[in-house]
C-alpha cells in the first residue's frame, strides 16, 4: 500500500488515515462530521475564504472508505420527517344553539376554559368546532398552542386556538423594525391568533369583541406558564373575501397589511401558492416593538473624525473590514478608490493609468459574484462612518432622495423611468442617509439604497396599500437603520432628519418604539388631523409667539446673502392617524411641533416658513431654537449630492448594467464624501495641518515652489491650507499679470519629476 494516495485531486498520506482510524475506535465515538472537518484541518483542505470544504472532503472520505483505506464512524440514520397530525372528528353531535341576550354585555359568567392536554374530553369539542365550523377544517395546529372554549352559563359558544408566529412576514417585520438575527432571537415572543370561531346563528352583539377583550388578558400568563416564555405580541390573519375584519378594529387591533399568499412550503420544498390574507397585530405590551427589536449588539469602538484623514493611508483606514472574498480583489478595489480620488473629475476609464489597470476595473464591477455587490462594497465606510458618529454625543442623520439620470444609456439593461408616464428620462434613485456633526462636517453615508422604478405601477388603491408596497418604506428603512446604530452606541443622541416628502404617519410611528437616544425631526407637509378635532395649520395659526432667532441665509444665484429673523412658535399635539382603511385602528400620537416663520423678508423673496415635527420634548426657547438650527445643518445632504453629481460626474458614466453602474457610484460616494468632509473642515477649522489635505510628495513640491517666491510671499508659513500658498499682497490683476505668474509658476507633473 502506498505512503501516500491520490483523491480529489489532492495528495493524502496514509499516516492522516490511520489516525481518523483510530480516532473513530474510541468510546464514545466522534460524530462523523467531527472527523470530516479533522480531515480538512489534518489536510489543510480550504477555500479561498479559509473555511473547510466539509462537502467535497466526506465524498473523498466516502471514496477512500469504499476502498478499505480507513474505517469511519457510520453514518447516523435519520428520522423520516413527520407529517403533523390533523384534527380528527369523533362523529358525534355539537352541543345545542343557546339562546343569548341582545348584547354580549347582559351575558352572565362569560369566560374562557383553557383545555389542559390531549387526554382532557373537551379537546373532542373543539375538534368538532373547529373541523365544522372554520374555513380551515381539519388542518392541523403545528408546534406550541393553546386551546380554549368560549362558555358562558347558556352553553359553549365558540373556540380559540393559539400557535407560535410565522418565520417571516414582510409588513410584521417592517412594523416591528427589527433585523434577521433580533427576529431569530425573539420571534418566540410573538404568538399568532391560528383559530377563531363563534357559532354561527348566535345573534349577540359584541360577542367576538367581548371575546378578544377576555382571551388577550388572558392568554399572555398562560403561554408563560406553559412555555415559560411571555408574549409581547399576538398575530392573526383575515380573508376579506369573506371576512372585514371589524371586530378586530373595535377590539384595539391593529392592520398592517397584506401577506404574500405565498402559503407554507411543503416537504417537498414547493410552495403552496395561498390567497392573500390582511395581516392584523395586538400589542400585549406597551413596548412591544421596542423588546422586539432589541438584540445583542457588538458595542462600536468610537473613532474621532481627525483619525485617519491624513492624505496618505485613509484609503487603508476606510476600507478596513472591507472582504470580497479574495484577497485580489480587495487590493484591486482599494487601487481603484485611490484612482478615482486622484482624478475624481476625470471619466471613469481615463481615471486609470494603463489598459491592464482600465481593465481590471471594469472586470470588478461588471463581476456578477454574489459578494461583490452596493452593500458589500459600501459596509466598510459603513462601519468606518459608524465609528465616527459613536465619537460624538448628539449627530444630525440627514436623509434625502436623488435621481440619477442615465437616459443616453438606451442600452443599459436594469434601469427605470424617473418621472410618470409618457417621460423617456430613465435612471436609478439613490436614497441616502448622511451623518454630519454639529458644526456641518460630514460623518460618512451611513446607510444608502438604489433601486429603478417598474415601467408601470398601480397608484389607484394607494391608500388600500401598506407602506411596505410603495416607496415610501425607504424612509422607515432608514429609520431602522439608525435605531440599530442607537442600540450599538448608548451614548451618543441620534436625530433623523428629513424633509417634507418623509412627513409620512408611519414614520412618526416608529418614534414610539424607539430608544432614549434615537429622535426624529421631520419638516410638515400635510395639515393634519388632531385627537382634539382642529387642523394642525389653525392650531399653529392661534398660538402666540415665543421668541426669534437670526440665522444667515447664504446666497445662490437669485439672491444675495442674507440676515433672517424668524418668529419661533413651539406646543405638543396629539395626532390623529388618517382616516383610510389601513390605519382607522392605530392609535394617535404624541409629538411636538415648532413653527418658524420669516419677519420683515426681501421684497421679491420668499419668506422662510418651516414647520418641524419631532418626537425631542421641546418645551422651551432654547429648544425651539436647537430644533431650527438642526433642521438647517439637513442642506449638507444636498451639497453632497451636488459633488456626487457636478464633480464626480457619476452621472456621466456608461456602463452595461445598471448593477455595474451602482458599483462604480461606490467609489464616487467615499470620493464625494472626502471632498465635501475637507472642504467643511477648511471652512470650520482653517488652522488645520496641511498633511491632511496633501501627501508628502505634493508638500515637497509646494515647499520648492515656496522657495522662488517673493520673499514678502515666502514669510507666510504653508502649513494650515492651500490658500497660505497665494500670490502677491498688492497689484492689479490683469491679464498680463496672471500669464507672467504662469509661467514663473512650474508645473505640477515637472516638478514631480524634478
Not at 12 to 23: E, H, K, P, W
Not at 193 to 221: E, F, M, W
Not at 510 to 528: E, F, M
Not at 658 to 686: I, T
Request: hydrophobic share 35%; net charge positive.
Amino acid at each position: 500500500m502506498s505512503d501516500v494516495i491520490r483523491i480529489a485531486g489532492r495528495s493524502v498520506s496514509q499516516i492522516v488515515l490511520d489516525r481518523l482510524t483510530a480516532r473513530s475506535l474510541v468510546d464514545p465515538p466522534p460524530s462523523r462530521t467531527e472527523l470530516v472537518r479533522q480531515f480538512c484541518r489534518m489536510t489543510h483542505w480550504t477555500n479561498r475564504k479559509g473555511h473547510p470544504c466539509l462537502s467535497s472532503a466526506n465524498v473523498a472520505l466516502k471514496r477512500l472508505e469504499a476502498q478499505d483505506r480507513v474505517r469511519l464512524t457510520p453514518p447516523q440514520p435519520r428520522a423520516p420527517r413527520q407529517q403533523p397530525r390533523r384534527l380528527v372528528d369523533d362523529g358525534k353531535h355539537l352541543p345545542p344553539l343557546p339562546q343569548l341576550p341582545s348584547s354580549a354585555n347582559q351575558i352572565s359568567h362569560l369566560h374562557l376554559q383553557l383545555l389542559s392536554d390531549a387526554d382532557d374530553p373537551d379537546h373532542l369539542l373543539w375538534n368538532r368546532l373547529i373541523i365544522r365550523l372554520h374555513p380551515l377544517k381539519a388542518a392541523p395546529l403545528v408546534g406550541a398552542q393553546l386551546r380554549y372554549l368560549i362558555r358562558s352559563e347558556h352553553g359553549v359558544l365558540g373556540a380559540f386556538g393559539f400557535g407560535p408566529a410565522a418565520f417571516h412576514l414582510d409588513c410584521r417585520d417592517r412594523w416591528i423594525g427589527w433585523d434577521r438575527l433580533a427576529r431569530q432571537q425573539n420571534r418566540p415572543q410573538v404568538i399568532g391568533l391560528s383559530r377563531c370561531i363563534i357559532r354561527p346563528g348566535l345573534k349577540c352583539a359584541n360577542l367576538l369583541s367581548c371575546s378578544y377583550s377576555l382571551v388577550l388578558h388572558q392568554v399572555d400568563t398562560d403561554w408563560q406558564q406553559r412555555y415559560g416564555v411571555k408574549p409581547l405580541l399576538v398575530e392573526t390573519y383575515v380573508d376579506r373575501s369573506t371576512y372585514t375584519g371589524r371586530s378586530l378594529s373595535a377590539a384595539n387591533w391593529r392592520r398592517l397589511g397584506q401577506s404574500s399568499g405565498r402559503g407554507r412550503s411543503s416537504p417537498s420544498r414547493k410552495i403552496c401558492p395561498k390567497t392573500p390574507k390582511d395581516v392584523w397585530v395586538y400589542e400585549l405590551d406597551g413596548r412591544a416593538r421596542q423588546h422586539l427589536q432589541h438584540r445583542g449588539a457588538e458595542p462600536v469602538v468610537p473613532r474621532s473624525i481627525f483619525h485617519g484623514l491624513g492624505a496618505e493611508g485613509w484609503i487603508a483606514e476606510e476600507l478596513d473590514g472591507l472582504d470580497l472574498g479574495h484577497v485580489g480583489l480587495n487590493r484591486r478595489w482599494a487601487c481603484m478608490l485611490q484612482a478615482r480620488w486622484d482624478k475624481p473629475q476625470r471619466s471613469f476609464h481615463r481615471s486609470f493609468q494603463g489598459h491592464a489597470a482600465g481593465k481590471g476595473a471594469y472586470r470588478l464591477i461588471e463581476s456578477c459574484q454574489a459578494g461583490i455587490s452596493f452593500e458589500s462594497l459600501l459596509a466598510p465606510h459603513h462601519q468606518q462612518t459608524q465609528r465616527r458618529v459613536a465619537a460624538e454625543s448628539v449627530v444630525l442623520l440627514a436623509q434625502d432622495t436623488t435621481a440619477l439620470s442615465y437616459t443616453r444609456l438606451r442600452h443599459t439593461k436594469g434601469l427605470g423611468p424617473l418621472k410618470g408616464e409618457g417621460n423617456r428620462s430613465r435612471g436609478l434613485w439613490l436614497h441616502s442617509m448622511l451623518a454630519f456633526r454639529l458644526d456641518g462636517i460630514p460623518l460618512g453615508c451611513a446607510w444608502a439604497r438604489l433601486w429603478a422604478r417598474p415601467e408601470q405601477s398601480d397608484t389607484a388603491q394607494r391608500n388600500e396599500q401598506s407602506v411596505a408596497e410603495k416607496e415610501s418604506q425607504r424612509w422607515i428603512q432608514c429609520y431602522q437603520a439608525a435605531l440599530y446604530m442607537a442600540q450599538a452606541m448608548p451614548q451618543t443622541h441620534l436625530v433623523v432628519c428629513g424633509d417634507r416628502e418623509s412627513d409620512i404617519f408611519e414614520l412618526h410611528d416608529q418614534t414610539q418604539a424607539a430608544p432614549h437616544n434615537l429622535h426624529l425631526l421631520v419638516r410638515a407637509q400635510h395639515d393634519r388631523l388632531l385627537e382634539s378635532g382642529e387642523k394642525l395649520w389653525d392650531r399653529l395659526a392661534a398660538l402666540p409667539v415665543g421668541g426669534t432667532l437670526k440665522v444667515k441665509i447664504p446666497r445662490n444665484q437669485n439672491h444675495p446673502a442674507r440676515t433672517a429673523t424668524l418668529s419661533l412658535k413651539w406646543t405638543s399635539i396629539q395626532v390623529s392617524p388618517p382616516r383610510v382603511a389601513l390605519k382607522k385602528s392605530w392609535r394617535p400620537l404624541t409629538l411636538y411641533v415648532v413653527m418658524a416663520r420669516e419677519l420683515h423678508a426681501p421684497p421679491g423673496v420668499e419668506p422662510i416658513e418651516w414647520v418641524l415635527l419631532t418626537d425631542w420634548k421641546v418645551d422651551s426657547l432654547k429648544l425651539a431654537r436647537r430644533m431650527v438650527r438642526w433642521y438647517g445643518l439637513r442642506w449638507g445632504i444636498e451639497c453632497w449630492h451636488q459633488v456626487l453629481k457636478d464633480v464626480c460626474g457619476v452621472e456621466t458614466r456608461q456602463m452595461k448594467t445598471a448593477e455595474a453602474l451602482e458599483r462604480a457610484l461606490v467609489l464616487d460616494m467615499v470620493v464625494a464624501w472626502r471632498a465635501h468632509c475637507l472642504c467643511r473642515l477648511g471652512k470650520a477649522s482653517p488652522n488645520l495641518p496641511a498633511h491632511l489635505y496633501y501627501t508628502q510628495q505634493e508638500l515637497k513640491v509646494l515647499e520648492f515652489h515656496r522657495e522662488r517666491l517673493p520673499q514678502r510671499v515666502r514669510s507666510v508659513e504653508l502649513d494650515p491650507l492651500p490658500s497660505a500658498v497665494g500670490s502677491p499682497e498688492r497689484g492689479p490683476s490683469s491679464e498680463e499679470a496672471k500669464k507672467k505668474r504662469n509661467r514663473r509658476r512650474p508645473k505640477l507633473a515637472q516638478l514631480r519629476r524634478r
